[in-house]
């Protein structure tokens, strides 16, 4: 079995892991990144959505995580952009949230109060028929809020990004699963992977709904589950206003649009806490998601239905992220659980735990989403 030394071992290859990867080697920390590559992880499925200032949750500590990651966003992707990287994926388009049955009336108003206390200097009311020039599928409406700084991001090409920008850091990948880990102590001294022994100063456990299997090895107990989420993509050809100038659509009560380049539209997503780590497309998943996205897009009915995605979400107990060090573990820290936002909060959750294991001070208070805090 063969040896090397590292500053800091960080389980999980999906986006978390790798923004991770790519904040501590530029930090100088030499750093390697243990990747499994599990099927129908969250970042490859993820539709993408990039809008803080439309998030409905009253939990002002959730709001304050998701306006910084939509900040750190921009300015992380003009440096990946700056340096060479592949593309990112990364591209502002707008965002309608929409009621449309008077149903949802009550709970528009109640967001939309919300959302321009927090944002009011950025959001703005639309008429109907501005809204449908924006997006000309979509079904008649009761009102519209329009957030011009939305944006959506492909996990894949994000993820190859900030991996490709890693490596040029200094970072080391190694593929496989951490079957065992070595003791000093209180304190993880090495992780086993196959025939190797990745010895670290710091490890870290970043692999999304798989991370309870980690955190047990040090063992912690995570209330971590995978949510499944299926998400449809059609094609389709826009003849008034191209899909690439799309706004996302967020309904009150319904699955969301993310338009993408090239006639590409994404409806999701399901929600099915059940599924375990069953990743199938399913039926009733598929009925659902076009029976909702026809009834609010219904110029959409000619499109072409081109691939499905499904992605394990890691939802926490409380359904906040888990950010912080893991208790009785002083050299072991945990970034995971942002479900269906790690696409949004992945990055910038990446960036605080690196400061934390870093040995510098988080930019932001992280004890609201310590792992302590499940006891």
């Not at 999980?12 to 530029?26: H, I, P, R, S």
């Not at 329009?146 to 190694?174: F, H, S, W």
């Not at 110029?299 to 992605?311: H, I, M, P, Q, Y």
């Not at 009785?328 to 820290?333: A, F, H, I």
Request: glycine content about 12%; aromatic content about 4%; some cysteine.
């Amino acid at each position: 079995m063969t040896s090397e030394q590292f500053d800091a071992v960080i389980v999980g290859g999906g986006l978390v892991g790798t923004a991770l990867a790519y904040e501590l080697a530029g930090m100088g920390i030499a750093t390697a990144l243990v990747d499994r590559h599990d099927r129908s992880r969250a970042t490859d499925a993820g539709a993408g959505i990039l809008s803080p200032e439309t998030i409905g949750t009253p939990d002002e500590d959730w709001y304050r995580l998701a306006a910084a990651s939509g900040e750190h966003y921009r300015t992380l992707v003009g440096a990946l952009r700056e340096d060479g990287d592949p593309d990112p994926g990364y591209a502002v388009c707008g965002a309608l949230r929409v009621a449309f049955r008077e149903i949802e009336d009550g709970s528009y108003v109640e967001q939309r109060a919300l959302n321009l206390a927090r944002a009011g200097s950025v959001l703005e009311d639309l008429s109907s028929d501005d809204a449908v020039r924006l997006l000309p599928v979509m079904a008649p409406m009761r009102a519209v809020l329009y957030n011009p700084r939305a944006a959506r991001v492909d996990g894949r090409q994000m993820c190859a990004a900030l991996g490709a920008a890693a490596v040029r850091r200094g970072l080391q990948r190694v593929d496989g699963s951490v079957t065992d880990l070595r003791r000093a102590g209180d304190r993880v001294s090495g992780v086993v992977v196959g025939d190797r022994v990745l010895g670290c100063e710091e490890l870290v456990i970043a692999g999304g709904a798989w991370t309870p299997e980690v955190a047990e090895l040090v063992g912690a107990t995570l209330p971590i589950i995978p949510v499944r989420g299926q998400i449809v993509h059609l094609g389709t050809e826009a003849d008034e206003v191209p899909t690439d100038r799309w706004p996302i659509l967020q309904p009150v009560f319904s699955h969301y649009m993310v338009p993408w380049p090239g006639g590409r539209v994404a409806i999701g997503a399901t929600v099915e806490p059940d599924a375990g780590f069953d990743a199938r497309v399913t039926a009733g998943g598929m009925r659902q998601l076009l029976s909702e996205g026809l009834r609010l897009l219904p110029g959409l009915a000619e499109a072409e239905l081109v691939e499905v995605r499904v992605g394990l979400r890691p939802v926490s107990a409380d359904n906040s992220p888990v950010l912080g060090r893991i208790p009785g573990s002083p050299n072991v820290s945990v970034c995971t659980g942002h479900g269906a936002n790690g696409l949004l909060l992945g990055p910038y959750s990446a960036r605080l735990v690196a400061e934390l294991v870093a040995g510098k001070e988080p930019s932001m208070e992280l004890s609201p989403f310590g792992p302590e805090r499940f006891g």
